[in-house]
């Protein structure tokens, strides 16, 4: 066979297994890191996508609404969809955020992502990306990607004309069949009566601001639950 019949026979043959080997996956994911922030996208077979996007500064309530109106209108990305964390007191850096969304976006490929010990990593072409926790090992997870968001008003007494109305995000991610991320906003803890019951908590996620530990917010989170089927 003439050695350009056997290349372009080969290049083929390459293409075609790396297509397959995407139809076969679970799950195609992207990774990218862009100045303050970082980003981890996954997409099940389905087209269903959860991004984990993450800055080493404060990410306040403007801060998340913003990016996440941008990336509704620029990748029609739900808001439920997008988990928002920071750490730290200087403000998040919005366009370093978008950047790292856009570019994790843009660099999809078969992944395989997995679950146990507090940890939720995807491995991309071999290589550990956390997403929740440290890169560990734990059980490979299968299935598609739910997720519900919710903003809720907490229980108040009378207020005055000038007082301001607060809201508080609260998040469930379902990954598969194995795994619920669920977010709250600052120094959040995971009331009581959900622990043991396979779910990841997320704080600092979509607002700087902790909510009180009120029903109406232990509410929301059993809704956000019961809508990605927890």
């Avoid at 026979?9 to 996956?25: D, F, H, M, Q």
């Avoid at 922030?37 to 306040?60: P, Y």
């Avoid at 194995?178 to 009566?193: I, Q, T, W």
């Amino acid at each position: 066979m003439p050695r350009k019949s056997s290349r372009r026979l080969a290049g083929c043959i390459a293409i075609e297994l790396l297509r397959l080997s995407a139809a076969a996956a679970d799950f195609q994911a992207g990774f990218a890191e862009t100045g303050s922030a970082k980003a981890v996208v996954l997409q099940d077979r389905h087209g269903a996508r959860a991004v984990f996007a993450e800055s080493d500064g404060e990410v306040t309530q403007a801060v998340a609404d913003f990016v996440a109106a941008r990336l509704l209108q620029t990748y029609e990305l739900p808001r439920p969809s997008l988990l928002l964390r920071g750490a730290g007191a200087r403000p998040a850096n919005s366009e370093d955020l978008l950047t790292a969304v856009a570019a994790a976006m843009g660099k999809l490929e078969p992944a395989e992502v997995r679950f146990g010990g507090g940890s939720l990593s995807v491995r991309i072409a071999g290589r550990c990306r956390p997403i929740v926790g440290p890169c560990a090992g734990g059980d490979v997870v299968r299935g598609p990607i739910r997720a519900a968001f919710r903003m809720t008003e907490p229980a108040h007494g009378l207020l005055q004309r000038s007082d301001p109305l607060r809201n508080y995000p609260v998040q469930a991610i379902a990954i598969g069949r194995s795994v619920v991320v669920v977010a709250a906003g600052g120094a959040s803890v995971l009331p009581a009566e959900f622990a043991g019951k396979g779910l990841l908590f997320v704080p600092h996620a979509n607002d700087s601001e902790t909510p009180p530990d009120d029903p109406r917010i232990r509410d929301a989170i059993r809704q956000v639950l019961a809508r990605v089927g927890k």
